[in-house]
């Protein structure tokens, strides 16, 4: 008996393939593995404030890095936040602290955002403290001398997914200016949440229908009118490179800037090392939204 389709023209079996990023890179946790040392190493190598709250919830926690003020003066400086992946249900600011490099090199302050995961919230509360990591750094961005006026969301994998929702957010309803999120990174992300109810996902997340319609970014305006950056490895999967371009697509004309990259060779991990790195061409992207020079 043929296995029923659920979402173009795939069954669950074909979605549980295109989505478990895991099994498909058989060596992922000799990657992760390899991060470590980089995200010790980062605390070491710049001026951090690390677990600071900015809600009640235990995982509402922020990891702060800064610029050398000897290379890049007092400030302010631009204002970059990450949130990491892990499918909205597993994974730690910790595991991803590496990825702030380039960025601080160049002279950012990057922000790393944790926040609870599913399925101890859901995906409305999730959002919920990702808008309020946001605003908390918009509110209190003189305290690390931050410039709230450009102030930019990146994340990867369910960050992708954050960081889109976090340019399609209406600002004024958390008291911060239409414009507050001047920027999006999102990388290997996830845009439309319908095949997520559709695999193996679904066993965790439990998405309902409204879910998919409140917190699908490929079907929200970008509501700040700011720039876009979409990345996506080229050894990732059919879906996720479809998931990118849909996005790219659907924002086109709607916001100040588009742009759609294509990592050549990167997985759904190994993109990370390019976000990290001073000299690829996705960190040097990232700083040029923010208007910063190369790190190097």
């Known amino acids: 008996m043929t296995e029923q389709t659920v979402y173009l023209g795939m069954t669950r079996a074909d979605l549980d393939f295109q989505y478990n990023n895991r099994a ?3 060596n992922h946790a000799e990657i992760y593995a390899g ?3 980089a995200c010790v190493s980062v605390t ?6 690390l677990d600071v709250a900015y809600g009640d919830h235990g995982r509402e926690k922020l990891d702060i890095f800064l610029p050398d003020p000897k290379r890049h003066g007092d400030g302010p400086h631009p204002i970059r936040l990450f949130f990491h992946g892990g499918f909205w249900m597993s994974r730690d600011k910790e595991d991803s602290r590496f990825i702030v490099r380039g960025q601080v090199e160049a002279g950012a302050i990057v922000i790393s955002a944790e926040y609870a995961l599913i ?3 859901d995906m409305t509360e999730l959002i919920r403290q990702c808008r309020a990591a946001v605003a908390w750094a918009w509110k209190n961005a003189e305290t690390f001398n931050g410039d709230r006026d450009r102030l930019f969301v990146s994340g990867h994998s369910a960050g992708g997914h954050i960081a889109a929702m976090l340019q399609a ?5 958390w008291g911060l200016p239409a414009d507050a999120v001047k920027g999006a990174a999102a990388l290997s992300g996830i845009f439309d949440l ?7 996902i679904d066993d965790t997340l439990h998405l309902s ?6 917190y699908s970014p490929e079907h929200l305006p970008p509501l700040g009118g700011g720039s876009t950056l979409i990345a996506v490895g080229g050894a990732e999967t059919a879906e996720f490179l479809r998931q990118s371009q849909a996005l790219a697509a659907a924002w086109a004309g709607k916001t100040a800037e588009v742009e759609l990259i294509e990592v050549p060779d990167a997985n759904h991990f190994t993109i990370m090392n390019h976000y990290a790195g001073p000299d690829s ?9 923010m208007g910063l020079g190369d790190a190097s």
């Open 119 to 121: 399925p101890s919230v």
């Open 35 to 37: 991060w470590a040392p």
């Open 44 to 49: 070491k190598d710049f001026d951090c404030k």
């Open 169 to 173: 957010t209406d600002w004024t309803e």
């Open 281 to 289: 061409d996705l960190c040097r992207a990232m700083v040029r939204q």
């Open 209 to 214: 229908e409204e879910d998919v319609r409140r």
């Open 24 to 26: 498909r890179v058989p």
């Open 194 to 200: 319908t095949p997520m109810r559709h695999c193996y």
